[in-house]
């Protein structure tokens, strides 16, 4: 090596290659912090990379390519975030340089600098100021100065004030020089809450006293409380106390929960502005946010789980709302799990962490009996609502009216007489899960799935796993019968049923279908208001909202879940029908909640239904014990799909030699690594499927085996004709 030799740096790049790439350094640049980006070429591309480190350049290294540009004087994550991120790339078994293109929004991944957040501010000229009075009179330029002559003004505020036109006067003055504008850091400092906080009940003001005395070292509290419980209140107590201390905090909900209502909600009661992060804004709004954190403007950010990467360089308090919701893990890519990188970043930080649910999750509770983190209860609703009344329902020997029994249309229509408003729970979208031939018993399948079609109105037939559309066909294709009938309900024929029954009462269907873009489910609440009507929907009725009105919530049918496969099926189905039920009653109205099942003595539904979410938690987490699963144990799982089955054996079988390999090198007893299986679903979209599940009772042994695994898996000439991923801490077994 010469000493004129430029030093090589190595770089992270966003490709599913597990190392990273070396390439010369710029002769004049000086070394960038961990995670600065610079553009290179990469084969025929360019790509947006991220500085890891220098390395020693080696005089027989083949020829390296030179880095085009260093975009960034400092990098985008400060040294905590780094840490973070690289343990969260090993952790998930993923790339560096994915992980770290994933963290980021879209604008900045593609390698856009960090946005200007300044505000333009407008203020009078000398000139403006003197001529201002002769101006004439009720015009919007003679109104927009008098407006400037109390002081300099923001663009939003001018408009705020002015209203329609405001720019178009401002233009005129700017012409005559009698104004100009400068830019300014949008200010942060206090400002008065709209809206003042009830009086917290006891338990909700000693939650707030116990989160606050955690402040300024990693700790983890568990928040359960029951739906309607007051939670919000109790995190809003805790932000204003890390605000009081100068520090930011950060505010995870689920993708469904984060509504203009929800933002608003935080926005009204706190003395700061609140941003937010979330798939319904542009990509330039959202590089606006990170940036505004990042900055330090930004004192409050609420966001869905990507938020969770955002910068917070004075961060003082996570919360995870709803922490155990299934979208905060994330099912492609780099499938990581934002409560889980919280609880990382935290411990980082040396900053507590709020998960709140009325279900937590049973990984969390099993923490919170452990001692491992700090328990808070609300266990009754805010402001003297009533738990509500929970019916079950014996469907056998019931006729039903699609799907719907008399008992239950009886207590809607008392519901409706009252004045209130009922929710109707089915999670089926479509009209019906099955279009069968009655003569023959023929069914419509998907002919690339395996699976049935999901009738659509009368005439189209769509496959809920692979999108395939069909029509109905005029008669069945094997008896030529012409007794094509729909079996079971969606949630388009309950609607059907609902609106025949209950002629010109007001009805409104919530499921992807209906509710699309952003706050179309608000609108949909908005377009009922409270008069007397019906919700019918999928489990996007099942979060986090607050209808008055709302006295009664059915579930249509309970039994799923009850005899899946998947071990964490009844842990969700237990969730979902607590959060259904706790839409009912939460204000002074009781509420009753009504359960359709055909096994009303099974015992899961049973413990769920006299003794409640703990007791099922309780009893759940004792069947997980005795049968090895998570949180008692730790899994991965290695996903394939091949158009050939010979293809996805041999890629299985080779990676499982690869792990039994890997373990009897290591002679590690703790750890299992599962002969192949066919996927529970064996074929999708054409591809067959298969999986590999290890297994540690260990999670360190477990970490150690995919350490070797996964970069291995690269290597086998077998990869190369199948698509396969790996998913650390898998959230079911699909
Ligand atoms: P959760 O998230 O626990 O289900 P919310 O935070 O949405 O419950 O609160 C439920 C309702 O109770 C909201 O309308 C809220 O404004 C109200 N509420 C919360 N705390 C109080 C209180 N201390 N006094 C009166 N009403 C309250
Ligand atoms: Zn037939
Ligand atoms: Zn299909």
Same mark, same amino acid.
């Given at each position: 090596m010469r000493d004129s030799d430029p030093p090589i740096w190595r770089l992270a790049l966003p490709v599913p290659l597990p190392r990273l790439f070396d390439y010369r350094a710029p002769a004049d640049a000086s070394t960038p912090a961990p995670g600065g980006r610079v553009r290179v070429p990469f084969g025929s591309r360019s790509l947006v990379g991220f500085f890891v480190e220098t390395a020693p350049a080696a005089p027989e290294a083949p020829e390296l390519r030179d880095i085009e540009t260093v975009l960034d004087p400092a990098t985008l994550f400060d040294a905590k975030l780094w840490q973070a991120l690289v343990w969260a790339a090993r952790y998930w078994q993923r790339p560096l340089g994915e992980v770290l293109a994933t963290a980021l929004p879209v604008a900045l991944r593609q390698g856009e600098a960090l946005p200007d957040t300044r505000e333009r501010v407008w203020s009078l000229t000398e000139a403006g100021a003197t001529a201002l009075s002769g101006l004439r009179r009720d015009s919007r330029p003679r109104a927009l100065a008098e407006h400037l002559s109390g002081g300099a003004c923001s663009e939003a505020a001018l408009a705020l004030a002015l209203g329609a036109g405001w720019r178009d006067a401002l233009r005129r003055l700017e012409a005559r020089a009698l104004v100009e504008s400068s830019l300014r850091a949008p200010p942060h400092e206090a400002r008065r809450p709209t809206r003042a906080a009830p009086e917290l009940s006891a338990a909700q003001a000693e939650a707030v006293t116990t989160l606050n005395a955690l402040a300024g070292r990693f700790s983890v509290a568990l928040l359960? @409380?029951?739906?309607?419980?007051?939670k919000t209140e109790v995190y809003l107590g805790a932000i204003e106390d890390c605000l009081a201390r100068g520090r930011q905090a950060l505010v995870l909900v689920p993708e469904i929960g984060l509504t203009p209502q929800a933002i608003r909600r935080y926005g009204e009661r706190l003395p700061v502005p609140v941003l937010a992060l979330h798939s319904g804004l542009s990509e330039n709004e959202r590089a606006a946010a990170f940036a505004r954190m990042a900055r330090g403007e930004g004192r409050v950010l609420i966001g869905t789980r990507s938020a969770v990467f955002s910068p917070l360089p004075e961060a003082g308090l996570f919360i995870v709302d709803e922490e155990h919701d299934g979208s905060y893990k994330q099912q492609d890519g780099f499938r990581y799990h934002a409560r889980d990188f919280a609880l990382v970043r935290a411990r980082g930080l040396g900053i507590p962490v709020v998960l709140g649910s009325a279900t937590p999750s049973l990984e969390t509770l099993h923490h919170a009996r452990a001692g491992r983190y700090a328990w808070l209860r609300l266990r009754e609703r805010a402001g003297g609502a009533k738990p509500p009344q929970v019916r079950v329902l014996d469907l056998r020997g019931q006729r039903l009216e699609s799907g719907l029994s008399r008992p239950l249309l009886e207590a809607i229509d008392r519901c409706l007489a009252r004045g209130e408003q009922a929710l109707v729970f089915r999670n089926r979208r479509g009209y019906a899960p099955v279009l069968l031939c009655h003569d023959c018993g023929w069914h419509a399948g998907c002919a690339r799935c395996d699976r049935p079609l999901t009738l659509h109105g009368r005439h189209r037939l769509i496959c809920h796993h692979c999108g395939q559309r069909r029509s109905v066909p005029p008669a069945c294709p094997d008896c030529g019968g012409l007794a094509l009938v729909p079996q079971g309900a969606g949630t388009e024929r309950l609607e059907e049923a609902l609106a025949a029954r209950f002629p010109g009462v007001a009805l409104v269907r919530v499921d992807r279908e209906t509710t699309r873009g952003r706050d179309a489910l608000g609108k949909h609440f908005e377009a009922l208001g409270e008069r007397p009507g019906i919700l019918v929907g999928t489990q *996007?009725? +099942?979060?986090?909202?607050?209808? !008055?009105?709302?006295?009664l919530a059915a579930i249509v049918s309970a039994d799923e879940g009850l005899f899946s496969a998947d071990f964490r099926a009844g842990e969700r189905m237990a969730q979902l029908l607590v959060q259904v039920a706790g %839409? +009912? @009653? %939460?204000?002074q109205r009781p509420g009753e909640v009504w359960l359709q099942t055909h096994h009303p003595e099974h015992p899961m539904l049973q413990t769920l239904v006299t003794r409640g979410y703990p007791a099922f938690a309780e009893a759940e987490l004792a069947d997980r014990a005795a049968a090895g699963f998570p949180p008692f144990s730790h899994l991965a799982l290695l996903r394939a799909e091949a158009p050939r089955v010979e293809a996805l054996d041999a890629f299985l079988a080779a990676a499982h030699a690869l792990a039994r390999e890997a373990l009897g090198a290591r002679r590690d007893a703790a750890v299992q690594a599962h002969p192949p299986m066919p996927a !529970? *679903? !064996? %074929? %999708?979209a054409g591809r067959l499927r298969g999986q590999l599940l290890v297994e540690s009772s260990h999670r360190p042994a477990l970490q150690s085996l995919l350490q070797t695994l996964y970069p291995a898996l690269f290597d086998l000439p077998e990869a190369r004709r199948v698509r396969w991923s790996l998913d650390v801490d898998p959230a079911d077994l699909y």
């Amino acid at each position: 090596m010469r000493d004129s030799d430029p030093p090589i740096w190595r770089l992270a790049l966003p490709v599913p290659l597990p190392r990273l790439f070396d390439y010369r350094a710029p002769a004049d640049a000086s070394t960038p912090a961990p995670g600065g980006r610079v553009r290179v070429p990469f084969g025929s591309r360019s790509l947006v990379g991220f500085f890891v480190e220098t390395a020693p350049a080696a005089p027989e290294a083949p020829e390296l390519r030179d880095i085009e540009t260093v975009l960034d004087p400092a990098t985008l994550f400060d040294a905590k975030l780094w840490q973070a991120l690289v343990w969260a790339a090993r952790y998930w078994q993923r790339p560096l340089g994915e992980v770290l293109a994933t963290a980021l929004p879209v604008a900045l991944r593609q390698g856009e600098a960090l946005p200007d957040t300044r505000e333009r501010v407008w203020s009078l000229t000398e000139a403006g100021a003197t001529a201002l009075s002769g101006l004439r009179r009720d015009s919007r330029p003679r109104a927009l100065a008098e407006h400037l002559s109390g002081g300099a003004c923001s663009e939003a505020a001018l408009a705020l004030a002015l209203g329609a036109g405001w720019r178009d006067a401002l233009r005129r003055l700017e012409a005559r020089a009698l104004v100009e504008s400068s830019l300014r850091a949008p200010p942060h400092e206090a400002r008065r809450p709209t809206r003042a906080a009830p009086e917290l009940s006891a338990a909700q003001a000693e939650a707030v006293t116990t989160l606050n005395a955690l402040a300024g070292r990693f700790s983890v509290a568990l928040l359960e @409380g029951v739906t309607g419980s007051g939670k919000t209140e109790v995190y809003l107590g805790a932000i204003e106390d890390c605000l009081a201390r100068g520090r930011q905090a950060l505010v995870l909900v689920p993708e469904i929960g984060l509504t203009p209502q929800a933002i608003r909600r935080y926005g009204e009661r706190l003395p700061v502005p609140v941003l937010a992060l979330h798939s319904g804004l542009s990509e330039n709004e959202r590089a606006a946010a990170f940036a505004r954190m990042a900055r330090g403007e930004g004192r409050v950010l609420i966001g869905t789980r990507s938020a969770v990467f955002s910068p917070l360089p004075e961060a003082g308090l996570f919360i995870v709302d709803e922490e155990h919701d299934g979208s905060y893990k994330q099912q492609d890519g780099f499938r990581y799990h934002a409560r889980d990188f919280a609880l990382v970043r935290a411990r980082g930080l040396g900053i507590p962490v709020v998960l709140g649910s009325a279900t937590p999750s049973l990984e969390t509770l099993h923490h919170a009996r452990a001692g491992r983190y700090a328990w808070l209860r609300l266990r009754e609703r805010a402001g003297g609502a009533k738990p509500p009344q929970v019916r079950v329902l014996d469907l056998r020997g019931q006729r039903l009216e699609s799907g719907l029994s008399r008992p239950l249309l009886e207590a809607i229509d008392r519901c409706l007489a009252r004045g209130e408003q009922a929710l109707v729970f089915r999670n089926r979208r479509g009209y019906a899960p099955v279009l069968l031939c009655h003569d023959c018993g023929w069914h419509a399948g998907c002919a690339r799935c395996d699976r049935p079609l999901t009738l659509h109105g009368r005439h189209r037939l769509i496959c809920h796993h692979c999108g395939q559309r069909r029509s109905v066909p005029p008669a069945c294709p094997d008896c030529g019968g012409l007794a094509l009938v729909p079996q079971g309900a969606g949630t388009e024929r309950l609607e059907e049923a609902l609106a025949a029954r209950f002629p010109g009462v007001a009805l409104v269907r919530v499921d992807r279908e209906t509710t699309r873009g952003r706050d179309a489910l608000g609108k949909h609440f908005e377009a009922l208001g409270e008069r007397p009507g019906i919700l019918v929907g999928t489990q *996007m009725l +099942a979060k986090g909202h607050d209808l !008055p009105n709302l006295t009664l919530a059915a579930i249509v049918s309970a039994d799923e879940g009850l005899f899946s496969a998947d071990f964490r099926a009844g842990e969700r189905m237990a969730q979902l029908l607590v959060q259904v039920a706790g %839409r +009912a @009653g %939460r204000a002074q109205r009781p509420g009753e909640v009504w359960l359709q099942t055909h096994h009303p003595e099974h015992p899961m539904l049973q413990t769920l239904v006299t003794r409640g979410y703990p007791a099922f938690a309780e009893a759940e987490l004792a069947d997980r014990a005795a049968a090895g699963f998570p949180p008692f144990s730790h899994l991965a799982l290695l996903r394939a799909e091949a158009p050939r089955v010979e293809a996805l054996d041999a890629f299985l079988a080779a990676a499982h030699a690869l792990a039994r390999e890997a373990l009897g090198a290591r002679r590690d007893a703790a750890v299992q690594a599962h002969p192949p299986m066919p996927a !529970p *679903m !064996p %074929r %999708r979209a054409g591809r067959l499927r298969g999986q590999l599940l290890v297994e540690s009772s260990h999670r360190p042994a477990l970490q150690s085996l995919l350490q070797t695994l996964y970069p291995a898996l690269f290597d086998l000439p077998e990869a190369r004709r199948v698509r396969w991923s790996l998913d650390v801490d898998p959230a079911d077994l699909y």
